[in-house]
């Protein structure tokens, strides 16, 4: 078991950036890949990026590749993301998850376990 809790997330102007935190209790985070997803109001849940157990492998959706970077400090039992030049489409609830089965998926199924969500919010 693993239990992870988001932070970092808040209101930022278009161009803007933030620093998203997912910090880890229970179970060592260098067990698990870790995945960042989000989900806007009345659409699904999708995938962001992914870091491999050793923080080596990242692979991100088209739609945020070069604006933000996923990092990860085991030591710290913590996941990063740094989302850099935020858009308007990027404001919804971001999650982060532990992914137990693979070592990094875009697969929400793969997922075990998942943090409560922190909202970003991007005015234009």
């Known amino acids: 078991q693993v239990q992870l809790v988001e932070s970092g997330g808040g209101l930022v102007q278009a161009g803007g950036s933030l620093r998203l935190s997912c910090a880890a209790s229970g179970r060592t985070l260098s067990s698990y890949a870790m995945g960042w997803f989000r989900q806007a109001p009345g659409k699904e849940r999708e995938f962001v990026v992914t870091i491999s157990r050793s923080g080596y492998n990242t692979y991100y959706a088209d739609s945020v590749k070069g604006r933000f970077t996923i990092s990860r400090d085991n030591a710290k039992n913590t996941v990063y993301l740094q989302m850099n030049n935020l858009k308007p489409e990027d404001a919804a609830v971001y999650y982060c998850?532990?992914?137990?089965?693979?070592?990094?998926?875009?697969?929400?199924?793969?997922?075990?376990?998942w943090g409560q969500g922190t909202q970003v919010t991007v005015s234009s």
């Open positions: 998850a532990a992914d137990g089965r693979t070592d990094g998926s875009s697969y929400l199924g793969n997922y075990d376990y």
